[in-house]
């Protein structure tokens, strides 16, 4: 059998080792450290943000961002619907409502117009909605501005997931920043990894310090042990932060590899009628490509998403539906949404393709061939 191609998966640069012997040297094994120290610092100077806490998931950040905002059972939160399943499943931990809110064609996240629209049917139905999840899907920031105005309009806070966009910005601002406190991933196929692994990120501190707390099981500052809130076992260790230390160090090299294989995709499939790529609306955008994603338009093509998916499948070649919507999820059906079909088509139409920042020339080569094979027959 070939080898396998994955979607994209891990890339280490060389220098984790030597941060994560540094924590054997010294005995940091536990949580805790001059790695998580260390990673907590370089997240903030890259982010250009003035507080970070290293986590186990980008998913604890999302915990603790509603916790930190006062949201409690019963409770509305919005929720972009476009989105892996994480973006929504912290509201339920709280026993909160996710009120989801389609997609608008450019970016592919949060739909200002239906965000409105959400907003004041909430209010006419008695609940103001408690906190707003605004992810940057793929690495694509959002419209930021626009949501960013609705949002202030109603003094609704922001969450920011920008699990996929760690070196995606706007308007020349590093996503995660824009809101009151924003959410990174470092899980295993992500842009840079620490294994598993995340962070919440903000320039409120008092958040941040209230996170860190509630992270390491809320002990009170007491000679035993006494806790006077819920805490949680959340932080990242020091042996995982090493390895995050010594990713921060590829993390410009891996962004400009995903955005040349974006761009090689580009090259292979922009003369193709009834193929659109998910790219950049104009210059305030910049995406880090986290994950080339294209729709594909069967009646044009002569082929359609899933036909192409198990044409890579059987060259073992991994690809991947866009995410299922969270309103259309077994899970989550019941709960409000507002907006048209744009995320429906989004699904039903569009493929990720390898992205990962260590494919080589023949893992392109081997790509580039099956898709030609493909469009060949038609």
Sequence with gaps: ?????????????????????????????????????????????????????????????????????????????????????????????????????????????MCPTALQQAITDRIKKGKKPKAIILVHLYGMPAKIDEIINIANSYDIPIIE??????????????????????????????????????????????????????????????????????????????????????QMEVLNKRVLKHREINNFYHKLLDSVDGIEFHEEPDSNFFSNYWLTAIIIDPEKVGFDRDSLRIALTEENIESRPLWKPMHLQPIFKDYPYYGSTVSEILFEKGLCLPSGSNLNENDLERIISTIKKELSKC
């Design 1 to 109: 059998m070939k080898p396998k191609i994955w979607l994209s998966s891990p890339h280490m640069g060389g220098g984790e080792q030597k941060f994560v012997q540094e924590a054997f040297d010294t005995n940091w094994i536990a949580p805790l450290g001059a790695n998580v120290d260390g990673f907590e610092e370089d997240l903030a100077s890259f982010c250009n943000v003035k507080s970070v806490v290293v986590l186990s998931s980008g998913t604890a950040a999302l915990h603790l961002a509603l916790i930190l905002l006062g949201v409690k059972s019963g409770d509305e939160v919005i929720c972009q619907s476009f989105t892996f399943s994480a973006s929504a499943n912290p509201i339920r931990y709280q026993g909160a409502k996710p009120v989801f809110i389609d997609s608008e064609p450019d970016t592919w996240n």
């Design 161 to 246: 997931d920008a699990a996929e966009a760690l070196g995606s910005g706007y308007k020349r601002k590093a996503c995660g920043v824009f809101g009151d406190m924003g959410i990174l991933s470092f899980n295993g196929n992500k842009i840079i990894t620490t294994s598993g692994g995340g962070a919440l990120i903000s320039n409120n501190i008092e958040y941040i310090e209230e996170a860190k707390f509630l992270a390491t099981q809320a002990r009170d500052d007491v000679p035993h042990y006494q806790h006077s809130k819920i805490g949680y076992n959340y932080r990242m260790s020091n042996v995982l932060a090493g390895i995050g230390r010594g």
